[in-house]
């Protein structure tokens, strides 16, 4: 069995809040040795809704050579670190769409035994953050697989303040993620990449 452990990065994002994370998840995840996928979902959102907001299009235009993501990329992956901006305290429908597409995976026991973490973006302060990545840890739960997150094991978390996973507040898209959002991202990568690893050689061995 290969050693080094397969990170796949899957995301959505509209104006770029939530792909800047997921950036900041692929760096850290290498840098911690492992070998990264960073995917995007596939946009549902009609074209004239896209246009009619710049930032909107510009993300679409900045990042129309992001790979979408396929399911064969969960199949791949022994850690997988999902993101997404939160919509009435959810993950938004782009993110869920794809998840929807797991069932063959599901049934045949490919997505267990798997790390999996989340990250999330929200307009406003106190928008959700929290209940959307709860949410997402109960589709790992049905998948069979172990949630890592960044609890307070660094003492940045006691000022970051979500110990779910990585968050961050843009004021509608308006502020890009600070120090405190990506340094708490990169913690997530981290340590999701470090318990996979873990994981990876335990069952390796037997």
Same mark, same amino acid.
């Given at each position: 069995?290969?050693?080094?452990?397969?990170?796949?990065?899957?995301?959505?994002?509209?104006?770029?809040?939530?792909?800047?994370?997921?950036?900041?998840?692929?760096?850290?995840?290498?840098?911690?040795?492992?070998?990264?996928?960073?995917?995007?979902?596939?946009?549902?959102?009609?074209?004239?809704?896209?246009?009619?907001?710049?930032?909107?299009?510009?993300?679409?235009?900045?990042?129309?050579?992001?790979?979408?993501?396929?399911?064969?990329?969960?199949?791949?992956?022994?850690?997988?670190?999902?993101?997404?901006?939160?919509?009435?305290?959810?993950?938004?429908?782009?993110?869920?769409?794809?998840?929807?597409?797991?069932?063959?995976?599901? %049934?045949? $026991? !490919?997505? *267990?035994?798997?790390?999996?973490?989340?990250?999330?973006?929200? @307009?406003?302060?106190?928008? &959700?953050?929290?209940?959307?990545?709860?949410?997402?840890?109960?589709?790992?739960?049905?998948?069979?697989?172990?949630?890592?997150?960044?609890?307070?094991?660094?003492?940045?978390?006691?000022?970051?303040?979500?110990?779910?996973?990585?968050?961050?507040?843009?004021?509608?898209?308006?502020?890009?993620?600070?120090?405190? %959002?990506? $340094? !708490?991202? *990169?913690?997530?990568?981290?340590?999701?990449?470090?318990?996979? @690893?873990?994981?990876?050689? &335990?069952?390796?061995?037997?």
């Amino acid at each position: 069995m290969d050693g080094q452990v397969k990170v796949a990065v899957i995301y959505y994002s509209a104006t770029g809040i939530t792909y800047q994370m997921a950036q900041a998840a692929c760096e850290a995840a290498g840098e911690a040795g492992a070998e990264v996928r960073l995917r995007k979902v596939r946009e549902l959102a009609p074209d004239e809704a896209i246009r009619s907001n710049a930032g909107w299009q510009a993300h679409r235009l900045e990042t129309q050579d992001v790979m979408e993501a396929e399911i064969d990329d969960l199949a791949w992956a022994d850690v997988v670190i999902l993101g997404s901006p939160t919509r009435y305290g959810m993950i938004a429908a782009q993110l869920k769409q794809f998840i929807d597409t797991t069932g063959p995976l599901w %049934a045949n $026991g !490919a997505l *267990a035994n798997k790390v999996y973490s989340g990250f999330t973006s929200t @307009a406003t302060e106190h928008g &959700g953050q929290e209940s959307t990545l709860l949410s997402l840890f109960t589709i790992f739960y049905h998948w069979g697989g172990v949630v890592v997150t960044p609890g307070y094991t660094d003492p940045s978390q006691f000022v970051a303040g979500n110990p779910y996973g990585a968050s961050h507040t843009s004021n509608n898209g308006e502020i890009a993620p600070d120090n405190v %959002a990506l $340094g !708490a991202t *990169a913690l997530t990568a981290k340590r999701a990449v470090q318990m996979g @690893a873990a994981l990876k050689r &335990g069952l390796a061995g037997g």
